[in-house]
T-cell receptor
Framework: KQEVTQIPAALSVPEGENLVLNCSFT??????LQWFRQDPGKGLTSLLL?????REQTSGRLNASLDKSSGRSTLYIAASQPGDSATYLC???????????FGPGTSLSVIP | KAGVTQTPRYLIKTRGQQVTLSCSPI?????VSWYQQTPGQGLQFLFE???????NKGNFPGRFSGRQFSNSRSEMNVSTLELGDSALYLC???????????FGQGTRLTVV
């Protein structure tokens, strides 16, 4: 049974710092891995999608890596800004239509 | 291009009643997935529909059901509501299953 964990559960950093969020999964047979951002009381916004055959994806100040063999993904945020404050979730599925398993999320607070 | 639209945004229902939630996906998207989000359990997969067929279902009781119409719009129904059904219900659309998913703003259901 796939389990997804995220460390840390919460993180508070001063503006401008680079930071890393971690996502671990127990079953390496994944279809892809997605990172999402969720603002309080809102839906999820897709940040980065990494196909199972890829090692990393980049979008602006965000970089996500995937190591299937070790069951880990990291989300790197460069030069953090107060607007980055949100909860970040990772999600995996075994096939394109499998039950998608989300991690519990990391709550990020960037202090001005 | 219009995003994913969920209606209604907020609902208050009484125990024992039933409720229907609606999700209109992005034009051209044929996959719609539903999720329940609660503070205690996080985001949990309910079911996924593709071209009017349910392809996968999460571990929820039969009180939770859904359907998808020929225009890809989807509805989710919960019968005999319980207090524990209070949650944010999110739907996501994508071109194909667990490809890049676009989420709606959610329906906040409160059962009293």
């Amino acid at each position: 049974k796939q389990e997804v964990t995220q460390i840390p559960a919460a993180l508070s950093v001063p503006e401008g710092e680079n930071l890393v969020l971690n996502c671990s999964f127990t079953d390496s047979a994944i279809y892809n891995l997605q990172w999402f951002r969720q603002d309080p009381g809102k839906g999820l916004t897709s940040l980065l999608l990494i196909q199972s055959s890829q090692r990393e994806q980049t979008s602006g100040r965000l970089n996500a890596s995937l190591d299937k063999s070790s069951g880990r993904s990291t989300l790197y945020i460069a030069a953090s800004q107060p607007g980055d404050s949100a909860t970040y979730l990772c999600a995996v599925g075994k096939t394109s239509y499998d039950k998608v398993i989300f991690g519990p999320g990391t709550s990020l607070s960037v202090i001005p | 291009k219009a995003g994913v639209t969920q209606t209604p945004r907020y609902l208050i229902k009484t125990r024992g009643q039933q409720v229907t939630l609606s999700c209109s996906p992005i034009s051209g998207h044929r996959s719609v997935s539903w999720y329940q989000q609660t503070p205690g359990q996080g985001l949990q997969f309910l079911f996924e529909y593709f071209s009017e067929t349910q392809r996968n279902k999460g571990n929820f009781p039969g009180r939770f059901s859904g359907r998808q119409f020929s225009n890809s719009r989807s509805e989710m129904n919960v019968s005999t509501l319980e207090l524990g059904d209070s949650a944010l219900y999110l739907c996501a659309s994508s071109l194909e299953g667990f490809a890049e998913a676009f989420f709606g703003q959610g329906t906040r259901l409160t059962v009293v």
